[in-house]
């Protein structure tokens, strides 16, 4: 890996920096550089948050399939059922697409 090193200067307001500050806790950057750099290379991308949700949505419909398995069918409702389905699609379609 190259030794070089960039520097430069961001100037913003308080807010605009807590809110950046923020962001970068939230998504566990130990830097405010650290955070800037990953979200300039990362400009125009999908951000994580998408694959996240999606992701957030399979992990309830897993859960869902588990109480199913485990003797408690009676509690998922046909459309339930159907909604799993369809987040589990869109879930996977997301990542597919964001691999590309």
């Known amino acids: 890996m190259s030794n070089n090193n960039t520097r430069y200067t961001y100037r913003a307001s308080a807010e605009e920096f807590a809110s950046i500050d923020a962001k970068m806790k939230q998504y566990g950057f130990a830097t405010r550089a650290k955070f800037l750099s990953h979200a300039a290379a990362e400009y125009g991308q999908h951000t ?5 949700i ?17 003797g408690r069918l009676h509690l998922l409702k046909p459309r339930q059922i159907k909604r799993m389905s369809r987040d589990v699609r869109e879930a996977m379609t997301a990542l597919i697409q964001g691999s590309d």
Not at 48 to 52: G, L, S
Not at 54 to 70: G, K
């Open 48 to 52: 994580p948050d998408d694959v996240f």
């Open 54 to 70: 999606q992701l957030s949505h399979m992990a309830y419909s897993l859960h869902q399939l588990m109480r199913a398995d485990t």
